[in-house]
């Protein structure tokens, strides 16, 4: 009995050391995962709002840096290098910081951006991109802050802020082009040695020797110097009876590896040259 009452009391202090109360957050968190032209790029930010208050020269005082959203820093992330107005910017994840304007905003690209609200010191040479973009009065109000994307081109789109009778955006331009031409010349010039051994494992598995003959040969001859695409080849030849071709190929894969010094395909290659009766 004693041990029950424990176990219960036990339980019951478990419960409510986990249990939390939710409740609907002031300002909740948003996440855009938007393609521009090639390039992803993933915003992430809280989201107050207007609740009566007047925003911009008064909540968000005029040529004062602001987090640009509330809670945790507004984040940007992009999956290439970007331009920014002049500026080059590195693939890889920015605090957004700005200071608005009555005329125009100055947007910055913090290359800190695990601060919560603003730095406590500002290091000027975390500054990755700063551009200064004219500001739009709208004829409404838009209640909750927005951060979204608009006006986009093959190789560029606006990143846009909006709030109460506020909108300022800054233009990103994206690698596009060369992208796609690179994408266009990779398929043109037809499947890679990879390629032909990834078909060449393919067809082995599913026990069409034929083909994974065809491709793996293919795939030795586009890289010479890769011992596990000899490793497979010798594989597949001795799968279609040619024993001394898969003992040359072994031997071959063997050779290699030992000046990779990889000792699994060392070994692997002797136990088949063992089995394969080579000499």
Known sequence: MKKIILFVSVALLSFGIEAQIKTPQPSPSSKIEQVVGLTDVTVEYSRPSMKGRSIFGNLVPYDKLWRTGANKNTQITFSDDVKIGDAELKKGTY?????????????????????WGTPREWDDSKVAAKVKVKSNTLPFNVETFTIMFSDFTMDSAHLNFVWEKTEAAVKINVPAKEKAAASIETVMAGPSANDHYQAAVFYKDTEDYAKAKQHIEKAVAGRADA?????????????????AGAIKAAKTSLELAEKAKNADYVKLNKDSLAEWGAK
């Open 95 to 115: 605090a957004i910081f700005t200071n608005p304007g009555k005329e125009s905003w100055e947007v910055i690209f913090y290359s800190d951006a695990n601060n």
């Open 227 to 243: 011992f596990w695409y000899h490793r497979q080849h010798s594989l597949i030849l001795a799968k279609t009876g040619d024993k």
